[in-house]
């Protein structure tokens, strides 16, 4: 599998360091809210990833972590008045039942920063030991930017862009420090932080965010790891400050691939909780619409392009177009594929382990490749709809069915789309009259006599039968 990489700005082959399983890390949600469904962009491609790496044939193992204290989760649990605990389980189990319903994979370790702490301090010892971070006279310590020479390399960030509020960088930390391109390893206790602290070497506080997901990778994946992955909004300040304090501990590359996916767009504006302009899986939801139709939606366009999701029409009511289209393409693929298993007599479920064992995709095989040259899932929901173009189910045989069902099946798995289900039509019984006049109305549309042809369909309507013409002919079904 090829994928682009930030760091060096190529698309590079993916290969595992240890020549078995790939592992890689995912920054996980900060679990104080509802995820919004721009979020689960971020998480649902990273599945897509994640499922094609293993269809392809290569292990994985991955890590997600769970960002269960910083700013906004002490802020808002005291709001709550509730335990830090309390208030971030609540919201974890909230984002592992959306993630279910999007059909994600459940990572393989997802481990949270509060469990993490005492792997924290003895980090931040270790920077402190080695000359790049220091402690301020309240209490907090800082890592020293100035000392890691490497800084800036994954954003294209130098020294001089790395002034107060630039691009969001320091203005979260307001603690004393030497430089305002420092950032805070370990903040020091404030009245307004509650019961939400810990003893340090340094005094009673909390770990920096930044220094979390630096440990927790530390911790699962050694010092160095195969692919590291998050929003595109998180490559300055976070994925810059967690290489800065991991490198300058190990001595060695944090990560040989930097995975950044792509912001959601709402009506062409950036979704975000802080702008009010946000969905969530619920609300779609209740609106009518499936957890797969908006999975769908979510991987319709490229990773690295933006997805601008239109919410409202011209007169600014909700109506949510690309779900609908959604459901009607997830529509269109659940019926061919129920054509495809019933003429290949495929009478058992296809689970996702099973799908790993399939190496024959027939005319699904091009939608695969898709996925494999840097995960472009459009090329392969086009080449998806290609090939169905190109099938006609009726003219294969048991063999040919299974072969291009079980190929459909891969995509689909690797796509996590899970297709609605295609209700059986039960042919009533037709009445041997009712077959006659039926037979006579098509021989009277073949030989152009509309209004005879017309007579009859009245007639079969009176009888109760409604006659609909198909490619093949027609169907008789009894009016409702």
């Known amino acids: 599998m090829r994928l682009f990489d930030t760091m060096s700005r190529e698309v590079k082959d993916l290969q595992s360091s240890d020549g078995k399983t790939f592992r890689f890390y995912c920054c996980g949600p900060t679990v104080y809210g509802p995820a919004h469904i721009g979020n689960f962009r971020t998480f649902v491609l990273q599945d897509v990833f994640r499922r094609t790496l293993e269809l392809s044939g290569m292990p994985t193992y991955h890590v997600r972590n769970l960002t269960d204290v910083d700013d906004k989760t002490i802020r808002d649990a005291e709001a709550a008045g509730k335990t830090l605990k309390e208030f971030t389980d609540f919201w974890r189990d909230r984002f592992h039942d959306d993630c279910n319903q999007l059909n994600n994979l459940e990572p393989h370790l997802e481990p949270s920063a509060v469990e993490h702490i005492p792997h924290q301090i003895a980090m931040i010892e270790e920077l ?6 220091y402690r301020s006279d309240d209490g907090s310590v800082y890592y020293k930017v100035s000392s890691f020479e490497g800084y800036g390399r994954l954003s294209r960030l130098d020294q001089r862009e790395l002034r107060a509020g630039a691009s969001g960088a320091v203005s979260d930390d307001e603690y004393e420090k ?6 805070a390893l370990w903040k020091s206790r404030r009245e307004d932080d509650g019961e939400n602290y810990w003893s340090s070497p340094w005094g009673e506080g909390r770990p920096g965010w930044h220094l979390e997901c630096s440990a927790m990778c530390r911790e699962y ?24 304090q991991s490198e300058a501990c190990s001595g060695h590359s944090m990560a040989d691939h930097w995975f950044h996916l792509t912001h959601l767009l709402v009506d062409g504006g950036k979704m975000s909780k802080s702008a009010g302009n946000f969905y969530t899986l619920t609300q779609l939801v209740e609106a009518g619409f499936s957890p797969a139709e908006l999975r769908y939606v979510l991987i319709s366009a490229h990773y690295r392009q933006p997805l601008n999701f239109v919410a409202k029409d011209k007169d600014g009511k909700e109506s949510f177009p690309a779900l609908a289209g959604a459901g009607q ?10 054509v495809l298993k019933q003429q290949g007599k495929v009478d058992t479920p296809v689970g996702f382990d099973a799908l790993k064992d399939v190496t024959d995709l027939g005319s699904f095989a091009a939608a695969f490749d898709g996925l494999l040259d840097d995960l472009n899932t ?11 173009k190109g099938i006609k189910p009726d003219e294969l045989s048991e063999v040919e069915a299974r072969r291009e069902f079980m190929g459909l099946s891969v995509i689909m798995g690797a796509l996590g ?26 021989q009277a549309k073949q030989d152009k006599d509309w209004g ?20 093949e002919g027609y169907e008789l079904c009894p009016k409702n």
């Open 128 to 133: 402190m030991e080695k000359g790049h971070a």
């Open 178 to 183: 030497d430089s305002v391109s420092d950032f």
């Open 221 to 244: 994946l050694g010092d160095s790891f195969d692919l590291h992955s998050g929003g595109v909004d998180l490559v300055f300040p976070h994925h810059e400050n967690e290489i800065a």
């Open 329 to 338: 393409a997830l529509q269109k693929i659940a019926k061919f594929a129920h």
């Open 378 to 388: 459009p090329d392969a929901l086009g080449q998806v709809f290609s090939a169905m």
């Open 417 to 442: 789309l899970k297709l609605p289900v295609v209700e059986e039509k039960v042919k009533a019984e037709v009445p041997a009259g009712i077959a006659e006049m039926a037979q006579a109305r098509w």
């Open 452 to 471: 005879e042809a017309d007579r009859l369909r009245d007639e079969l309507a009176d009888a109760g039968w409604e006659i609909k013409d198909t490619k």
